[in-house]
């Protein structure tokens, strides 16, 4: 073989030497548990007599067994109509109070810009355990100091732990961790916009406000759906914020949201077969919503180029 030959192939296989290390962590970190959850979600274990000795517990094919009954369980879908009750409340208000940050920064008259735009984004770095223990403490009527000045004012003191208003402590701690990030991005979005757009909408004499609701709210548009998307994935992954309140007060079971029920069933249970199942069933909603939302927003992009 050549040198010429010899740099050719080594020029060629260059990309795909880069791409290893990522494919083989994808592989290991990501395809691999998935297929193994998907695997063991068709399987169970067939107890023989009274589940003693030796060869008693053994695994058997169920084919789909497991979905059928995940399907079936009504905590599963008592769960998920938590879950979207918690989602409409935490997605447009998330979303709506960091474009609304993100709107305010991009002006001129904004001071202390870099103060203000780590101080919103601080409690996204804090994590989610962390948040809903300080959380939980302002919602405690005995130890919170919110409380205890409500009572001196001798004002009601809301249960905010138990029904209703349970939904709205833990949407307000996801609004407030999530708010940062999702500012930043729009943010960032707001900041690529060429100078020359809003000197042309002076010179036309639009309002600051004209300028917030034509121009730029319209031009970040895919950082919103983006956000958009994220958000729903992260909704229906809830786990964290219900899962620490729960000791605080009985209006959180362990099967709050699917993946709370996927956690008891696989942990407090021992049945991990039926929690596989459960688990691709979560991920294969996800992967549908996030990809019919896509695929929606793409083809509105393409019907505004076309106009």
């Known amino acids: 073989m050549t040198t010429a030959r010899r ?18 962590l994808f592989a290991l ?3 691999l548990p998935i297929g193994y959850a998907v ?6 274990v067939q107890v023989k007599g009274l589940g003693l000795g030796a060869g008693a517990r053994e695994e058997v094919w169920a084919g789909l067994e497991n979905y059928t009954d995940s399907l079936t369980d009504s905590e599963l879908l008592a769960g998920a109509l938590r879950v979207l009750g918690y989602g409409a409340i935490v997605i447009p ?58 009572d001196k004012l001798g004002m009601p003191q809301p249960d905010l732990l138990d029904g209703g208003p349970l939904y709205f402590a833990l949407s307000n701690i996801a609004v407030w961790g999530g708010t940062g990030f999702n500012m930043i991005v729009i943010y960032t979005s707001l900041r690529a916009i060429p100078v020359e757009v809003y000197e042309a909408a002076k010179l036309d004499g639009a309002t600051p406000l004209q ?7 319209p031009m ?62 979560i ?6 919503l996030s990809f019919g939302f896509l695929r929606t927003a793409n083809s509105r992009n393409k019907q505004e180029e076309a106009r």
Not at 39 to 44: A, D, I, P, T
């Open 7 to 24: 740099k050719s192939y080594g020029v060629k296989g260059a990309p795909y030497a880069f791409l290893l290390p990522a494919t083989v």
């Open 93 to 150: 208000v998330m979303l709506g109070v960091a474009l609304l940050f993100a709107l305010m920064l991009d002006t001129d008259r904004v001071r202390l810009a870099p103060f203000t735009r780590l101080a919103i984004f601080l409690p996204y770095a804090i994590p989610g355990v962390v948040a809903a223990m300080l959380w939980g403490f302002l919602y405690l009527p005995d130890v919170s100091p919110f409380y205890f000045i409500l």
């Open 283 to 288: 991920a294969f909603v996800t992967l549908l």
């Open 211 to 217: 300028v917030a609701l034509r121009i730029k709210i």
């Open 220 to 281: 970040v548009a895919p950082s919103l759906v983006l956000t958009f998307f994220f958000s729903i994935i992260a909704t229906l992954q809830v786990f964290s914020e219900p899962t620490t309140l729960k000791p605080l007060t009985n209006s959180v079971s362990t099967t709050w949201s699917p993946l709370m029920k996927v956690y008891q069933d696989a942990f407090g249970k021992g049945d991990i077969y039926s929690a596989a199942a459960t688990a691709v069933i």
């Open 29 to 31: 970190f990501f395809a």
């Open 39 to 44: 695997w063991l979600s068709l399987h169970k």
